[in-house]
């Protein structure tokens, strides 16, 4: 046993409870209470995922690809062992903290009008988008002591990086947006609009869901990543920032046949432009079709809805022009 708490993990989570919870459904049973569905790792027509829930193993007889709950959250997600493992962590409530701080800052959103205010200013209306990226607001000064009050030591909150060794919250007047295994906090003032938990910031913004798409817009900002979302553009991920990390390079060349249209801020100093150029020739080194889009001068796709660059037809015809 190499991993004893990757053993352990496998026997808290039920293989089907995990895939049932990421939306499969089996079409057909057959003895032995084994199951059969469209296969979720990959564009299936005919059912050929098999699910066995006694062994807790599964098979796809379409892409050939089989084992654990864990191999299946690493295939699923398109991470690696470490992170498979922490995804599952979080999702079994094992790591009940960041996900009692995060119901907590979504609390505290409905309760802080600026916060409202802010999001309505940066075109974010809908109130299922708010539900689906689970945005919280952070006020500051009051996570440590709800957090202690639920029995949680100091000591705890200090290592997950949410309080800091000083005692304070880390996170103040900051719109705050989970992540995978981190949380993504955007100021609502001036003072550093940008700002991680400790720890990297993982794989693509909701990348299981997007990579099934053919083609795929890749934005810099989770706003830019909501007001697309809002205007009808499911395809969309997000790398939090230009520079992406090697999980998010690799979830982006990760065999599938597609093609990446980034759209990257139009800053006028040009590095957005920039860095979708170089990301690009990176992209096509590695077989995968990469366009930068060119926004109009000094817009990000997020200003480009909330500011008058235009609609979804309009940005619809900036991706179409991004390939010819
Ligand atoms: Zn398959």
Same mark, same amino acid.
């Given at each position: 046993?190499?991993?004893?708490?990757?053993?352990?993990?496998?026997?808290?989570?039920?293989? #089907?409870?995990?895939?049932?919870?990421?939306?499969?459904?089996?079409?057909?049973?057959?003895?032995?209470?084994?199951? +059969?569905?469209?296969?979720? #790792?990959? /564009?299936?027509?005919?059912?050929?995922?098999?699910? @066995?829930?006694?062994?807790?193993?599964?098979?796809?007889?379409?892409?050939?690809?089989?084992?654990?709950?864990?191999?299946?959250?690493?295939?699923? !997600?398109? &991470?690696?062992?470490?992170?498979?493992?922490?995804?599952?962590?979080?999702?079994?409530?094992?790591?009940?903290?960041?996900?009692?701080?995060?119901?907590?800052?979504?609390?505290?959103?409905?309760?802080?009008?600026? /916060?409202?205010?802010?999001?309505?200013?940066?075109?974010?209306? =809908?109130?299922?988008?708010?539900?689906? +990226?689970?945005?919280?607001?952070?006020?500051?000064?009051?996570?440590?002591?709800?957090?202690?009050?639920?029995?949680?030591?100091?000591? @705890?909150?200090?290592?997950? *990086?949410?309080?800091? #060794?000083?005692? &304070?919250?880390?996170?103040?007047?900051?719109?705050?947006?989970?992540?995978? /295994?981190?949380?993504?906090?955007?100021?609502?003032?001036?003072?550093?609009?940008?700002?991680?938990?400790?720890? *990297?910031?993982?794989?693509?913004? !909701?990348?299981?869901?997007?990579?099934?798409?053919?083609?795929?817009?890749?934005?810099?900002?989770?706003?830019?990543?909501?007001?697309?979302?809002?205007?009808?553009?499911? $395809? &969309?991920?997000?790398? +939090?920032?230009?520079?992406?990390?090697?999980?998010?390079?690799?979830?982006?060349?990760?065999? /599938?046949?597609?093609?990446?249209?980034?759209?990257?801020?139009?800053?006028? $100093? *040009?590095?957005?432009?920039?860095?979708?150029?170089? #990301?690009?020739?990176?992209?096509?080194?590695?077989?995968?079709?990469?366009?930068?889009?060119?926004?109009? @001068?000094?817009? @990000?796709?997020?200003?480009?809805?909330?500011?008058?660059?235009?609609?979804?037809? =309009?940005?619809?015809?900036?991706?179409?022009?991004?390939?010819?």
């Amino acid at each position: 046993m190499k991993y004893p708490a990757a053993e352990i993990l496998k026997q808290q989570i039920p293989l #089907l409870d995990y895939v049932e919870g990421q939306d499969w459904k089996p079409v057909r049973r057959s003895a032995r209470g084994r199951l +059969m569905g469209l296969c979720p #790792l990959h /564009a299936d027509r005919k059912p050929s995922f098999l699910l @066995d829930p006694n062994k807790n193993l599964f098979y796809c007889y379409g892409c050939g690809r089989g084992g654990d709950v864990i191999r299946f959250a690493e295939l699923y !997600h398109g &991470v690696a062992f470490g992170d498979a493992i922490a995804l599952l962590r979080r999702w079994s409530g094992a790591d009940s903290l960041l996900s009692d701080v995060i119901k907590f800052y979504q609390v505290q959103l409905h309760r802080h009008p600026e /916060a409202v205010e802010y999001l309505a200013e940066r075109g974010v209306r =809908q109130p299922e988008l708010v539900e689906r +990226m689970r945005i919280g607001y952070a006020p500051g000064r009051c996570l440590r002591a709800w957090l202690m009050s639920m029995g949680y030591a100091l000591r @705890d909150l200090q290592q997950a *990086g949410v309080v800091t #060794l000083e005692g &304070v919250d880390t996170f103040a007047h900051r719109i705050v947006f989970p992540l995978h /295994a981190n949380l993504y906090g955007r100021s609502i003032g001036n003072a550093c609009p940008h700002r991680f938990l400790p720890g *990297g910031k993982g794989g693509l913004y !909701h990348w299981e869901r997007v990579r099934r798409y053919r083609r795929i817009v890749l934005v810099e900002g989770l706003f830019d990543w909501a007001t697309l979302w809002q205007a009808g553009f499911h $395809n &969309v991920t997000c790398s +939090m920032g230009t520079g992406l990390n090697a999980t998010q390079l690799h979830q982006l060349c990760d065999g /599938a046949s597609r093609a990446v249209y980034l759209a990257f801020d139009s800053d006028h $100093n *040009g590095s957005g432009q920039r860095a979708a150029r170089q #990301l690009a020739q990176r992209l096509w080194t590695r077989q995968v079709e990469a366009f930068p889009v060119e926004l109009p @001068d000094g817009h @990000d796709p997020n200003s480009f809805f909330v500011h008058g660059g235009g609609d979804a037809h =309009q940005f619809q015809a900036l991706l179409d022009r991004a390939r010819a």
